[in-house]
């Protein structure tokens, strides 16, 4: 698994590949909310377009960085195109939760 960040736009857009698990989360839980702390824009993007499983604990994940940037008084957003990953995000409701996006213009375009 692998976590780059980038801006565009003033937007922090964090991009996760590989799979998304327990087994892989690792340090890279710590990566990501060094980035959300160190980034000068409230703004966040999580982009798992290249992500191919996820689990409940990177559910988790997302939404404790989803509280952070609100605790900030930020935007949050999250990019899904794989089908099965997208279907967890809407069975567990989190679409409800914070908007979901299909690709990065659509999301900066929202966010």
């Given at each position: ?5 980038k801006i565009v736009s003033n ?43 996820i689990d409940s604990t990177a ?53």
């Open positions: 698994m692998n976590v780059e960040m937007i922090n857009v964090l991009s996760i590949s590989g799979n998304f698990t327990f087994n892989t989360l690792g340090d890279i839980r710590n990566t990501l909310k060094k980035d959300i702390a160190s980034a000068s824009s409230a703004k966040f993007l999580v982009d798992l377009t290249q992500v191919g499983l559910l988790g994940t997302i939404i404790s960085i989803y509280k952070t940037v609100l605790s900030r008084k930020g935007t949050f957003g999250v990019i899904v195109q794989n089908g099965d990953v997208k279907d967890v995000f809407f069975t567990v409701g989190l679409n409800k939760l914070f908007p979901i996006f299909d690709d990065e213009a659509q999301g900066i375009k929202s966010v």
